[in-house]
């Protein structure tokens, strides 16, 4: 990746307790490109979102990055408090959250937010501001964007609210998007659309993408790589065709036989025996080896290798092996 | 819209018309007040004669309907004590009392949003827990001990301000006001900080959780996720979003400064209509009571009409839900 807009190196977020220091992030390290969208996959606290809210700087305390270095647009951005990281939101990364139901102000017309968003980072006049709304909205596909932008956010449907999320995001044309779990709330049938649109301005733009989600299928459709997490730590990462059709380690095959594709008929889904460590009573060596069906003495004691040159898989023993579990 | 202002409105007539009973069936059922009026050495005919020039002697529906229809044209009778029409009395009495609400009621909003939001932003600081736990002797001290230790430190033992009276009155027009003299305004701050305090903190503690409640939404993390300032952040969403239910509480509570200035009118002897009142009580003096009661009723009624109101003013579903209502 020649020009590389987001630069993760060995980020590790902790949060200290009363039963000591808990690492939901350990030690990850991946580069998103221009235009590329990376897409973050792993179960619920696998610590995906957690990832994301350190790079645009809102982790809620106590929540901190105890180590590593963040690279946006190749300024440091890690150490950057106050009033220098709020700039940068926004302007350098955008992000698009989960629920369009409650990321909008209900008591704000979209047009008042999408020029505050506007005026909070362009030096344009408020008539300019005004009119690249229009714009905003018209891009992400809102019908009669000129009348509703004096909509409330109660007046849009759940595919519409997030489309103009999406506008909001992206209306001080960051350089980088940061879509935590954007289609999970919404209707099947319009999640394929606001995956579209997501992925066809962020390639006009050349907008990296980071895509969190626990979705496979949107991974196929939308990601050009894909890296998967477990317990906090990198477990697989790579070109998204690659992983999805072969993957390396144990936990990535695990959570693909578990995925319902309609290829595999009426066969019965894989299940990955156990639920994923909790952060305070993490297994030695290896986090997956508990659950692991071919884990040997080493995966208990030493954590997983790193990531050769940012791919493949964290595993001594990577797929395929001889025996197919799965 | 229209349709609920009056509808809002026939109801609050209802209201008013119930009150106009209670007040009106003091007269029949508290004591006789001719016994009040003339002294001990009165005759048969001196009653007869005074009952009959007060309408005393008519049946009751009739002495109700004539009592409404005068009280509608602001005739509410002759005080039986001081022999004066009862409208003059109160409208002579109603500047202090009004203008003593006024400056409780300002104390207690401004102050009470500020502290409020100030104790929210800052939920960790020193100064936040500090103010939060001053605020619950605001809350739990009754309003005349509150005046009593106001006036033993600052009039006893400082000197620095009056313990009793409005100080030197300015009459403008038919308006007898405090404001303009320094003894005046200086007379002024006991009594309000008296009265205002528990609204004041009431108010600063509901804007305070409401604010902790909204600031936890994800529409505030979107806000700050678009780089928006913290001062936008904090007033323009969060704390518009707390004002419905504060709204509420904060147009009872103006109303409750208004009819309960009785104890820190009694503890200042302030001029007001609250010390009229007490006095009323003491003489059995009905007309005035019974005034004092319609126009405190008249008050609650007003301000929960203009509360309503309000609520349509900020919060733009609820305008969308009458319409399809209606």
Redesign the interface.
């Known amino acids: 990746m020649s020009e590389a807009i987001l630069s993760i190196r060995d980020l590790t977020v902790e949060i200290p307790t009363r039963h000591g220091i808990l690492r939901p992030v350990d030690g990850i390290s991946y580069d998103i490109g221009r235009g590329e969208v990376l897409g973050i996959v792993g179960e619920s606290g696998a610590g995906k979102s957690m990832a994301g809210n350190a790079v645009i700087g809102l982790l809620s305390p106590p929540a901190r990055i105890a180590k590593g270095e963040i690279h946006v647009g190749g300024t440091r951005i890690d150490h950057l408090k106050g009033d220098a990281m709020r700039r940068l939101r926004g302007k350098e990364i955008g992000m698009v959250f989960q629920d369009p139901l409650t990321s909008l102000n209900p008591l704000l017309r979209i047009g008042d937010q999408l020029t505050e968003t506007i005026l909070a980072h362009l030096d344009v006049s408020r008539s300019e501001a005004e009119k690249r709304a229009v714009a905003a909205l018209d891009e992400v596909g809102i019908p009669g964007a000129r009348e509703r932008i004096n909509s409330y956010p109660h007046e849009f449907s759940g595919g519409m609210r997030q489309r103009v999320v999406i506008a909001l995001a992206l209306c001080a044309e960051p350089s980088l998007i940061i879509a935590d779990e954007p289609t999970t709330a919404l209707d099947v049938s319009v999640q394929a659309q606001i995956i579209a649109l997501l992925k066809s301005l962020c390639r006009n733009r050349g907008t990296a993408v980071m895509l969190i989600t626990h979705d496979m299928g949107v991974i196929a459709e939308a990601a050009d790589r894909v890296a998967v997490m477990y317990a906090g730590k990198l477990a697989e990462l790579g070109p998204v065709r690659d992983v999805l059709t072969t993957p390396r380690h144990p936990y990535t095959d695990g959570l693909m036989g578990s995925t319902p594709l309609a290829s595999r008929g009426k066969a019965r889904l894989h299940q990955i025996p156990g639920a994923m460590p909790r952060l305070d009573a993490l297994p030695s060596g290896c986090a997956f080896h508990p659950r692991c069906p071919y884990a040997q003495d080493k995966c208990s004691a030493d954590p997983g290798p790193d990531l050769a040159d940012g791919n493949g898989a964290a595993c001594w023993f990577p797929l395929p092996h001889d025996a197919k579990v799965a | 819209m229209l349709a609920f202002i009056i509808q809002r409105i026939a109801q609050s007539a209802l209201v008013l018309l119930v009150v106009g009973l209670v007040a009106f069936s003091m007269f029949s059922f508290v004591g006789d007040p001719i016994d009040n009026m003339l002294g001990q050495e009165r005759t048969q005919a001196d009653i007869d004669r005074l009952r009959g020039q007060l309408g005393l002697d008519q049946p009751f529906p009739v002495q109700y309907v004539k009592f409404l229809g005068n009280a509608v044209q602001g005739n509410f009778g002759i005080s039986y004590r001081q022999g004066r029409p009862v409208a003059d009395i109160l409208l002579e009495r109603a500047p202090a009392t009004l203008e003593l609400a006024a400056v409780s009621g300002f104390l207690a909003i401004f102050m009470g949003i500020g502290l409020g939001v100030f104790t929210a932003i800052r939920r960790e600081g020193f100064a936040a827990n500090a103010i939060m736990s001053l605020s619950l002797i605001g809350v739990s001290l009754p309003t005349f001990l509150i005046g009593i230790l106001l006036i033993y430190l600052f009039s006893v033992e400082l000197g620095w301000l009056p313990s009793f009276g409005r100080g030197e009155t300015v009459r403008v027009g038919g308006w007898t006001t405090g404001f303009l003299t320094e003894s005046g305004l200086k007379a002024l701050i006991l009594p309000s900080i008296t009265l205002g305090l528990y609204q004041m903190t009431l108010i600063m503690r509901l804007v305070r959780s409401e604010m902790l409640e909204v600031l936890r939404?994800?529409?505030i993390?979107?806000?700050?996720?678009?780089?928006?300032?913290?001062r936008?952040v904090n007033f323009?969403?969060a704390l518009?979003?707390t004002l419905v239910p504060v709204i509420t509480v904060t147009g009872l509570q103006l109303g409750s400064i208004i009819a309960f200035a009785i104890i820190t009118e009694t503890v200042f002897q302030w001029p007001g209509v609250g010390l009229l009142f007490i006095n009323a009580i003491q003489f059995v003096d009905i007309p005035v009571m019974a005034a004092y009661l319609m126009l405190i009723s008249v008050m609650f009624v007003g301000i929960n009409l203009i509360v309503d109101l309000l609520y349509f003013s900020?919060?733009?579903?609820l305008r969308?839900d009458r319409t399809k209502a209606h």
């Not at chain 2, 993390?221 to 913290?230: D, W």
């Not at chain 2, 900020?314 to 579903?317: A, L, N, T, V």
């Open positions: 939404q994800d529409y993390r979107f806000a700050r996720a678009r780089g928006l300032r913290e936008a323009r969403h518009k979003n900020i919060d733009p579903r969308a």
